[in-house]
């Protein structure tokens, strides 16, 4: 009988509207309904019943998957390696360890790693740690962590640092060459050089009239701690006429009372980021240099300095950043939000750094889908939380198993029944996922928002004298009776009966048994209230939603969570399982009408923390 039950409840599909669970015919039938209830308030000249609800998702949960390649079979990155057909392709991701990597970085790692796995090339992790002031080690870990999360192997990881004494070298080449000049002037005076309304046409100062061995002396004098921070630098002689400013004699070289985390005290002068990039990804051999449009500009310098100096060649091109609306990305303002509380900290599930996606329970695989489909063209991709959150519950439909969970638990005591056994399946669409027992209990818990203490004839749920389904249990309950705490005004017990008559009941709910887990359940709303927290007025803190989490300390969860747990990662995948890296977020599940859950960092061996992921459909009201 057992079979029957899991049977018929495997056919059940959710109302979004009300979020039960009914039977294809019931759903049709509401679906009919409510068409004909909006055309006719349209018809009145009425706004339509919930007016502000957020457009249904474009793409439902059974369209297939994408090619999981598309992004690098056509388009701009399609178009980038035909431009230069040259193999292996070697790529390189380059982050400044100066802060945790968000969402924008999944983007650039995708793009980097993703290219070279592409065409069976290579990618490089580079550090570029030239500015000791900024870099911490933390940050190094974390973007380590993070990239073998998304399922990337770089093929070597290096510094930029690595690089200092050959990079010294080439300058003095540079120098040598006349192409290159010790400075000393002041910011303004630099200003007034470049030109301007104010300052006119643009001109070079005297220093770059130096002779090329009083420059080399400059310059080692630099090295050698002749001159404190500001009092001089290295710069190009590239081309002051030139309309792009990336050619306006540039900062090689600059002198930072420092130490650097690599290379301690060994050096006093750093090189610039225009003076480093191109020359490292030279050294590494690096095929096609992608970065992010901002860098249009400095392909000029790019090419300048290695063609200057007879290095080998790789090209640089950019593609569009991409960057999320309703939070807030920005170092700055995420510490902001740190410092002063109103988050946990940096992984805190309501951020966008990867380290927060990642406790979340985002699966790394969604994130890929997301930038695969957004694909990759010049222009930046400015999206909304709404349409990341879409992939990541498509995702989540295909690869997770269900649970049944109860966030507000209360007691309904069925008269008459007996305990027994029942066989469920993690996933009705998806039978190899397999299928767990759970026992059903006489006392069951059901959530509170699934009782009404008066029935109403558009109530579909629990209440006195009206018949329910709970998900796969023997039969139907009717509730009888109930008692409140009088203090509280709460429902404190249901009594009720099996309804065995009703073989069709409208609505199935979720429920445990007597002996299940109980669970600390943090739900997640928008951390802002906005979609654009800087534009709030005195700034993106007075767009904080006071209710971006809701706890409900005394949840339970069915005990086929212990299965879950057992078999985690969900879904199994490259970063998570390959590398042995499954850590508690990779505990995932769909808590069945309620949304998508993954197992807090904050859980101990006795208790449980479960993050809500996303919900099971798109949040009214956000758009
Ligand atoms: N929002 C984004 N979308 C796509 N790529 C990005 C984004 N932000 C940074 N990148 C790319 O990631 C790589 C490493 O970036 P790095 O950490 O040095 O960037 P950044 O520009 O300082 O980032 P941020 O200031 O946003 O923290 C670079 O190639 C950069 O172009
Ligand atoms: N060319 C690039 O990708 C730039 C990387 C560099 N770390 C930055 O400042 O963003």
């Given at each position: 009988m057992a079979d029957a039950i899991t049977e018929a409840t495997a056919k059940l599909f959710l109302d979004e509207e009300t979020g039960e669970m009914v039977s294809k015919n019931e759903l049709k039938k509401r679906t009919q309904k409510r068409a004909k209830k909006a055309a006719t308030a349209k018809a009145k000249g009425a706004a339509a019943?919930?007016?502000?609800?957020?457009?249904?998702?474009?793409?439902?949960?059974?369209e297939p998957a994408l090619d999981p390649e598309l992004m690098f079979k056509q388009g701009f990155l399609n178009d980038v390696f035909e431009e230069r057909p040259k193999k292996p392709v070697t790529t390189r991701f380059p982050p400044e360890p100066n802060g945790f990597l968000h969402i924008g970085h999944a983007k650039a790692i995708t793009v980097n790693f993703g290219f070279a796995k592409y065409h069976g090339g290579k990618c490089y992790l580079r550090y570029d740690d030239t500015n000791p002031e900024a870099e911490e080690e933390k940050y190094f870990t974390a973007i380590e962590e993070m990239v073998r999360w998304l399922g990337f192997s770089p093929h070597k990881i290096t510094y930029s640092s690595d690089n200092f004494q050959k990079l010294y070298d080439l300058a003095e080449k540079l120098v040598g060459q006349g192409n290159a000049y010790v400075c000393h002037c002041n910011d303004d005076e630099i200003k007034a050089q470049r030109?301007?309304?104010?300052?006119g046409d643009r001109f070079r100062c005297s220093h770059a009239d130096q002779s090329p061995e009083t420059n080399l002396e400059e310059f080692r004098g630099m090295r050698d701690g002749k001159y404190k921070p500001r009092e001089a630098f290295l710069r190009m002689k590239q081309d002051i006429t030139d309309g792009n400013p990336q050619m306006w004699d540039l900062a090689a070289y600059r002198v930072l009372e420092k130490p650097h985390h690599r290379t301690g005290s060994k050096w006093r002068i750093y090189p610039t980021y225009d003076f480093t990039h191109c020359l490292c990804d030279s050294f590494e051999g690096i095929t096609h240099s992608l970065c992010t449009t901002e860098f249009v500009q400095s392909r000029v310098s790019y090419e300048w300095l290695n063609k200057t100096l007879g290095v080998y060649e790789p090209m640089q091109r950019e593609y569009g950043r991409l960057s999320i609306t309703g939070t807030v990305l920005s170092k700055r303002k995420i510490m902001k939000l740190v410092t002063e509380k109103y988050v946990r900290g940096w992984d805190d599930p309501r951020l966008y750094t990867l380290i927060a996606i990642k406790r979340r329970g985002v699966p790394p695989g969604a994130i890929l889908e997301f930038v695969n489909e957004l694909g990759v063209t010049t222009a930046p991709s400015v999206i909304q939380l709404v349409r990341f959150e879409q992939t990541i519950r498509r995702y989540l439909e295909r690869t997770v198993p269900r649970l049944m969970l109860v966030l507000d638990p209360i007691p309904v005591i069925i008269d008459g029944a007996e305990e027994l056994e029942v066989d469920v399946p993690f996933s009705p669409k998806n039978p190899a996922m397999g299928s767990h027992k759970i026992k059903f209990t006489p006392t069951v818990y059901i959530d509170r928002s699934d009782f009404r203490e008066e029935d109403n004839k558009d109530y579909f749920r629990l209440a006195p004298n009206k018949t329910v389904g709970l998900l796969h249990a023997p039969y139907p309950i009717k509730a009888v009776s109930f008692s409140k705490d009088e203090t509280t005004g709460k429902v404190t017990e249901v009594r009720a009966v099996f309804?065995?008559?009703?073989?069709?009941?409208k609505t199935f709910i979720q429920w445990v048994a007597t002996e299940s887990r109980t669970a600390e359940v943090r739900i997640y709303n928008s951390l802002f209230k906005s979609e654009k927290p800087d534009n709030a007025d005195g700034g993106f803190l007075n767009d904080i939603n006071p209710d971006s989490e809701i706890i409900y300390p005394n949840a339970m969860i069915e005990t086929g969570f212990d299965e879950v747990k057992r078999r985690a990662p969900w879904p199994e995948a490259a970063g998570e399982s390959e590398l042995g890296r499954g850590g508690p977020e990779s505990i995932r599940f769909q808590g069945m009408r309620v949304a998508y859950f993954a197992v807090d960092s904050d859980s101990t061996d006795s208790k449980v923390v479960l993050n809500k992921i996303v919900s099971l459909k798109e949040d009214a009201g956000k758009n």
């Open positions: 019943p919930k007016e502000n609800a957020a457009p249904k998702p474009k793409a439902k949960v059974d030109g301007g309304e104010e300052h309804d065995k008559e009703t073989k069709k009941p």
